[in-house]
Nanobody, 127 residues
Framework: QVQLQESGPGLVKPSQTLSLTCTVSGGSITTNGYFWSWIRQPPGKGLEWMGTVGYSGSTIYSPSLKSRISISRDTSKNQFTLQLTSVTPEDTAVYYC???????????????????WGQGTQVTVSS
């Protein structure tokens, strides 16, 4: 059973960089066919797919965040990390890391089809 756990600061100041890490257990982030994503849910809104790193290390990002987002991975620690620059209060949300097995990275945007989820972590952007 794959388990994911988010970690990082719960409060970030405007204009700073939000950085979260997802630690994976029960499976390897390099396992063929698995994709590892960051998904967020702002207060009162639905889930928003942010970006994904694949088992081969390839990445894909939401067009709306592409200029501010970066997802990297550390295979030695079985972790992947989100960095979101120049945050504003609109980036306040519960942030989830999640995983799905699929034949193509093109399907990772469908947030209702993920197999495994972290518990989520609240990040508030405020001065």
């Amino acid at each position: 059973q794959v388990q994911l756990q988010e970690s990082g600061p719960g409060l970030v100041k405007p204009s700073q960089t939000l950085s979260l890490t997802c630690t994976v257990s029960g499976g390897s982030i390099t396992t063929n066919g698995y994709f590892w994503s960051w998904i967020r849910q702002p207060p009162g809104k639905g889930l928003e797919w942010m970006g994904t790193v694949g088992y081969s290390g390839s990445t894909i990002y939401s067009p709306s965040l592409k200029s501010r987002i970066s997802i990297s991975r550390d295979t030695s620690k079985n972790q992947f990390t989100l960095q979101l620059t120049s945050v504003t209060p609109e980036d306040t949300a519960v942030y989830y890391c999640a995983s799905k097995r699929t034949s193509t990275i093109l399907l990772v945007t469908k947030v209702d089809e993920y197999d495994y989820w972290g518990q989520g972590t609240q990040v508030t952007v405020s001065s």
